[in-house]
């Protein structure tokens, strides 16, 4: 079993920058691939970012944020990060932590994360 932490989150100005935690208990968490979602008031959960898992090199970003957020995995740590940089108004909403298998299903499907986190709430103000 593994249970996800996320942390980070806050309210920030348009321009400025956050970097997401996501903490991991769990001794395979270095042979999952993790992924990062979010979901605005009112809209459905969206895509973010993913990472593979650590034997692998893989990184995985929608476009609404390639370029400005970046990816990375701690895994001496147990912990995936999302640096967010430039953030925008629209990045506004409840950023989730997943993980789940290495090797099926697509880094964009919700549904091959098995495991998930309660979530952190960035705000970007204009």
């Known amino acids: 079993q593994v249970q996800l932490v996320e942390s980070g989150g806050g309210l920030v100005q348009a321009g400025g920058s956050l970097r997401l935690s996501c903490a991991a208990s769990?001794?395979?968490?270095?042979?999952?691939?993790v992924g990062w979602f979010r979901q605005a008031p009112g809209k459905e959960r969206e895509f973010v970012a993913a990472?593979?898992?650590?034997?692998?090199?893989?990184?995985v970003y929608a476009d609404s944020v390639k370029g400005r957020f970046t990816i990375s995995r701690d895994d001496a740590k147990n912990t995936v990060y999302l640096q967010m940089n430039s953030l925008k108004p629209e990045d506004t909403a409840a950023y989730y932590c997943a993980a789940g298998s290495a090797y099926s299903g697509s880094y964009y499907d919700s549904g091959r994360y098995k495991y998930w986190g309660q979530g952190t709430q960035v705000t970007v103000s204009s």
């Open positions: 990472i593979s898992w650590s034997g692998d090199s893989t990184y």
């Open positions: 769990g001794r395979i968490f270095s042979t999952l691939a």
